[in-house]
Nanobody, 123 residues
Framework: ASLVESGGGLVQAGGSLRLSCEAS????????MGWFRQAPGKDREFVAAISWDGGNIEYLDAVKGRFVISRDNAKNTQYLQMNDLNPEDTAVYYCTASRWSNIQFVDYRYDYWGQGTQVTVSS
């Protein structure tokens, strides 16, 4: 199974980006999925997660009200809409999927990882 992110790039502060994560080799309809990020010199951190049916969603406090996670199980794809971006959001963003159906908050509970996509927000 593999996860492939797309949609990263360079954007000015206040701008928006939409990340996509397409899964292949495995049907992730019953798996929770999420996004993590890692900024230079910092630990990887949880950003958002969504349960298998989209019924439960959680966000990092710093992105609440600005980011929206969603999924399309028919397409085996999840998304992260990022609005009102600021320089502190600059990081490599990773798509991930867990063997569990319910949302997970820590990286060791996730079993599949994408290669990451760079998001850079200029001030």
């Amino acid at each position: 199974a593999s996860l492939v992110e797309s949609g990263g790039g360079l954007v000015q502060a206040g701008g928006s980006l939409r990340l996509s994560c397409e899964a292949s080799g495995h049907d992730f309809r019953m798996n929770s999925m999420g996004w993590f990020r890692q900024a230079p010199g910092k630990d990887r951190e949880f950003v958002a997660a969504i349960s298998w049916d989209g019924g439960n969603i959680e966000y990092l406090d710093a992105v609440k009200g600005r980011f929206v996670i969603s999924r399309d199980n028919a397409k085996n794809t999840q998304y992260l809409q990022m609005n009102d971006l600021n320089p502190e959001d600059t990081a490599v963003y990773y798509c991930t999927a867990s063997r569990w159906s319910n949302i997970q908050f820590v990286d060791y509970r996730y079993d599949y990882w994408g290669q990451g996509t760079q998001v850079t927000v200029s001030s």
